[in-house]
Nanobody
Framework: QVQLVESGGGLVQAGGSLRLSCAAS????????MGWYRQAPGKQRELVAT???????NYADSVKGRFFISRDNAKNTVYLQMNSLKPDDTAVYYC????????????WGQGTQVTVSS
């Protein structure tokens, strides 16, 4: 089992910045890729960014150049630095962790609300 706890969401004006954190606990040795997803009201959950244990990163086109994902394997924590925020970035942001166990679905955090006002 892996537990994920997000923090750092909040209300910010357009153009501002926020930093999200996600701390993992439990069977952390099994975690491979970690990432952030988001879900806006009335929309499907979508990928924001992912990072492998080795540091390979993938971003959604909508956040490239504005959001930056990083990972501290020693602290079992993944971060999402969000700059130049737009009202369209308003969503619940979820942390995600995949493991190396075949057939094991990824784990999800409880989500943290990010609201960007215009």
């Amino acid at each position: 089992q892996v537990q994920l706890v997000e923090s750092g969401g909040g209300l910010v004006q357009a153009g501002g910045s926020l930093r999200l954190s996600c701390a993992a606990s439990g069977s952390i040795f099994s975690i491979t890729t970690m990432g952030w997803y988001r879900q806006a009201p009335g929309k499907q959950r979508e990928l924001v960014a992912t990072i492998t244990r080795g540091g390979t990163i993938n971003y959604a086109d909508s956040v490239k150049g504005r959001f930056f994902i990083s990972r501290d394997n020693a602290k079992n924590t993944v971060y999402l630095q969000m700059n130049s925020l737009k009202p369209d970035d308003t969503a619940v942001y979820y942390c995600n962790a995949a493991t190396h166990f075949l057939g094991q679905p990824p784990y999800w955090g409880q989500g943290t609300q990010v609201t960007v006002s215009s």
